[in-house]
């Protein structure tokens, strides 16, 4: 199945290019990456040479999936990778 801003929820985020565009932790907006991991609470991001760990619940972000930008609230992605992909 293909990733569309309907499903995209469902889908594993490992290897998505990001930004984020809002976050509780003003010195995260505008990070820039690709997603290299993801726990319960935490997405990792290469961003250049650096990884960055980032709360799930504290940021705001958008993906471009098929020339679209989708804008996905970190709060809804709470719960393991492997969980998530169940609901």
């Given at each position: 199945?293909?990733?569309?801003?309907?499903?995209?929820?469902?889908?594993?985020?490992?290897?998505?290019?990001?930004?984020?565009?809002?976050?509780?932790?003003?010195?995260?907006?505008?990070?820039?990456?690709?997603i290299?991991n993801?726990?319960?609470?935490?997405?990792?991001?290469?961003?250049?040479?650096?990884?960055?760990?980032?709360?799930?619940?504290?940021?705001?972000?958008?993906?471009?999936?098929?020339?679209?930008?989708?804008?996905?609230?970190?709060?809804?992605?709470?719960?393991?990778?492997?969980?998530?992909?169940?609901?």
């Amino acid at each position: 199945m293909a990733i569309t801003m309907h499903n995209i929820l469902r889908h594993e985020l490992i290897g998505l290019m990001i930004k984020v565009t809002s976050s509780e932790n003003k010195s995260l907006i505008g990070l820039q990456g690709t997603i290299v991991n993801e726990t319960r609470n935490t997405l990792e991001i290469r961003s250049g040479e650096r990884l960055k760990k980032v709360l799930k619940a504290q940021i705001v972000f958008q993906v471009s999936i098929n020339n679209q930008i989708i804008e996905i609230d970190g709060k809804k992605l709470v719960a393991r990778p492997e969980e998530r992909l169940k609901r």
